[in-house]
């Protein structure tokens, strides 16, 4: 008993003053991811990342965009979006107090717009994604013409490409019976 | 993988089961240098599991079912033995179940440990263990329609919620007793708890003649959705949420089975990080049991002492991984985060403050007057029946069974420490609280053993590719005992199959056993014994054996009754 007490003076006061006082979290602690829609490119790597998938892609063709969006309700604040964002965009931050009054508010939202294919006009992927992609491959060009044969790669649609490809085939076809001849 | 026959461990088991089965060995399989699957004729199953469990030391880890007709046009069956004799190894009997048949001889009757394991794979499964003598459903509730077995590949799909078939709940609790008993209801629904249980406890007076429970009640169906939703590295954070307290020691588990399963080598400093943070959860898991032994025996003093004290595990723990619990820190090879030059250091002091405040409160407790006298010889685990059962940690450990998954099959960063093992013979409430101060304390040691030499280098592989169809045990040693997961690899990039199963599963059949004999009034330190997500055991049936009535008591009522131990609510 007597122990106890001593125990008891010891201690003295163990309660924390939150939420009347802000409440310390540790230095890299795991809390509300965090999205920059900014620097966000709209590449989905973080919607293929995220394990309980709070986070997801939704495109509407006819307007022209892609919406990202996250659900804090069903984070688990894993930080697996912040490994796999190539552009720092979204973050884990140290705020853990989530409460909303509606379920919506739950739900972050941002929309991009879609490139078209300079070929065909039909939307291709987020205008920044291929921005981010062209400039990369730009700056790292060996020469002009690389350069603008990387652009044409980014830029056109999977479709435009293939038939771009066939067409060049067929000409070097021709171009090979004319030389046997 | 790897294992070449020179490093192999095991192989007398195997020599010994071809002798005495000569025509029933079919093949064996080496997943890896200590694990080995062998395939039986169906037929000798049960012969071949008790061979390795009476006569080799073998115990039951767990039971794999898998609906492997797409592979091989089959089901299959995995008994899984912790062989713990001379050499340490896990030994896997398999075979192969027809699909047309759908029957196999069931093992219970020469070894009960499979009891629960064979009810399991006929809820899941579909498949009828011929000769198994409880015929009850264990994880489908009552209400779930008959013939549709969720585990199967073509059953449905894992967010199918069926209709349910009937109003009540049909269960029938089984009661031994040869007297007439008073049945006490114990659940089964808490509002607040995570996992509710039913308890019926059958006595006469004041004493337990006999006891049985329903649990189940709110089956997650995770390993369907990791099997049909999640890729493998999302199963580890999965994993994680299999307990709310030992969940870490799941996530380990899971991503070991995968390792293992395509031989992939995990540097040394992920290994040793994942102990340190196993340690760190058993520190905060046992003051928690701790704490609630002196709830339990009305001293709620010690009560927050304890709890106040266990803080310091949790900030350790939200340092080390940036969060408290779900520590979210494990991918398939390796870890996710390093422990810094900053954070060892912080980390050594915590545990110093640790070891000296646990130490006084544990002081305290022993010396506390009734202490003892509540703990002592109540909720006896005979050491024979929990050899039959197979229960796992401070249960097993509080009967004088040296088993533990960290010395036996050293996974993880344990293999570069010498593990000591605490096992105490009382067989009581006592014992398996004593087992579980010693290892407190030892996870300190381990903690500062690991952060004194941790092994340099890198902290996650990905030097490897996924190969389907592979498969292996994973395991770990939980604060509650073993944890065994097994693992096949699919090829779509998921799970084919994902068995997991968590500590306190094997430890749940052998409690009726515990309760025997007792009075009513310890019925809550008992099940509190065995560390099970408390809250689960929210109201008790008790039915008395010789007045033959019936009386629902309400949880809190119990408890004020177990702590005070005045105003018997059965009068
Ligand atoms: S923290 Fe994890 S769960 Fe939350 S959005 Fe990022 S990846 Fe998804
Ligand atoms: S990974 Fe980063 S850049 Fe890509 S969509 Fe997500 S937040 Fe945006």
Known sequence: MLKLLREVFRTGEATHKYPFAPLEVAKDFRGKPEHNAVSCIACAACTIACPPNAISMETDVAAGTRTWSISYGRCIFCGRCEEACPTGAIALSPDFELAVARKEDLTKRAVFSLAACPSCGEPLAAAKEVAYVLDILTRSAASPEEAERARFLVSTCPACKRKHDVEQLARIGVERQMENR | MTATTETRIGQPYLAALRKKLPHAVLEERWQTDDQVTVTVKLGSLPEAVATLYYEHDGWLSTMVGNDERSLNGCFALYYVLSMEGAQKCHVIVHALVSADDLEFPSVTPKVPAAVWYEREVRDMFGLRPVGLPDERRLVLPDDWPDGLYPLRKDSMDYRFRPE????????KFVNDSKVETTVVPLGPLHITSDEPGHFRLFVDGETIVDADYRMFYVHRGMEKLAETRMGYNEVTFLADRVCGICGYAHSVAYASSVENALGIRVPDRAQAIRAILLETERMHSHLLNLGLVCHFTGFDTGFMQFFRVREKAMTLAEMLTGSRKTYAINLIGGVRRDILGEQRLTTLKLIGELRAEVKRLIDILVSTP????RVKGVGLLDPQVARDYSPVGPVVRGSGHRRDTRADHAFAGYKLIDMPVHTQAGCDILSRTLVRIAEFFDSIAIIE????????????????AYKPYKFA?????????????????????????????????NNWPVLRYMLRGNTVSDAPLIVGSIDPCYSCTDRVTIVDVNKA????????EMERYCRERTDSPLK
């Open chain 2, 549 to 556: 009535r019936s009386k629902t008591i309400a949880y809190k």
């Open chain 2, 164 to 171: 349910p078939t009937a109003d009540n709940e049909t269960y």
């Open chain 2, 370 to 373: 009734n202490f003892e006298g």
């Open chain 2, 473 to 505: 045990l994973g395991y770990t040693e939980a604060p509650r005992g073993e944890d065994m997961h097994w693992s096949m690899t699919g090829d779509n990039q998921k799970l084919y199959r994902w068995r997991c199963r968590a500590s306190t599963y």
């Open chain 2, 449 to 464: 053993k690991l952060l004194e030499d941790t092994p340099t280098g890198p902290i996650l592989t990905e030097d490897f």
